[in-house]
T-cell receptor, first 110, second 117 residues
């Protein structure tokens, strides 16, 4: 059974600081997704990582995938308040079936 | 494009009542997914369709839950009879399908917040 674990589950940080969210998964997969969810809202796609070594960047967020280590990271650079949200990673378990991590609730304080 | 549309956005019902949630996927998308989100269990895939055909319903919790997709632009998730433990946010998502960056991304609707009293 595929398990997806995120670390940490809660993260409170100050603006302008850097931090990393980790996503570990238990069985082989070469497709990993990152989503953002604001409180009471839907999920917004951030990144799709399709191969080992893939790196994607959008603004202050950068995601990478190491399929050998079964690990993805979401790095936040010089955080700003607007990035406060819950971030989910999801791993593909067969075509189109996603298993989500627990989510990391990120709070960025001024 | 309007994105994935779900209705109703909020639903409050009493235990034992039938609940029907509705979803209109993005036009041209071949895959449609139903998810449930709760604090205890997180985001769970309930069922998904490809070209209106149910492919995998292994996540459907029990026989009280059923889903249909009569055509490419409409799907329903029905709970009958509803129970308090069904209270959750139910999301519908759709994707193009196939392989490749744009095809595989699942786009989520706004969700239906269901409260069963």
């Amino acid at each position: 059974e595929l398990k997806v674990e995120q670390n940490p589950l809660f993260l409170s940080m100050q603006e302008e600081k850097n931090y990393t969210i980790y996503c570990n998964y238990s069985t082989t997969s070469d497709r990993l997704y990152w989503y953002r969810q604001d409180p009471g809202k839907s999920l917004e796609s951030l990144f799709v990582l399709l191969s080992n070594g893939a790196v994607k960047q959008e603004g202050r967020l950068m995601a990478s995938l190491d399929t050998k280590a079964r690990l993805s990271t979401l790095h936040i650079t010089a955080a700003v308040h607007d990035l406060s949200a819950t971030y989910f990673c999801a791993v593909e378990r067969g075509a189109q079936k996603l298993v989500f991590g627990q989510g990391t609730r990120l709070t960025i304080n001024p | 494009d309007a994105g994935v549309i779900q209705s109703p956005r909020h639903e409050v019902t009493e235990m034992g009542q039938e609940v029907t949630l509705r979803c209109k996927p993005i036009s041209g998308h071949d895959y449609l997914f139903w998810y449930r989100q709760t604090m205890m269990r997180g985001l769970e895939l309930l069922i998904y369709f490809n070209n209106n055909v149910p492919i995998d319903d292994s996540g459907m919790p029990e026989d009280r839950f059923s889903a249909k997709m009569p055509n490419a632009s409409f799907s329903t998730l029905k709970i009958q009879p509803s129970e308090p433990r069904d209270s959750a946010v139910y999301f519908c998502a759709s994707s193009l399908g196939g392989r490749g960056l744009s095809q595989e991304t699942q786009y989520f609707g706004p969700g239906t917040r269901l409260l069963v009293l």
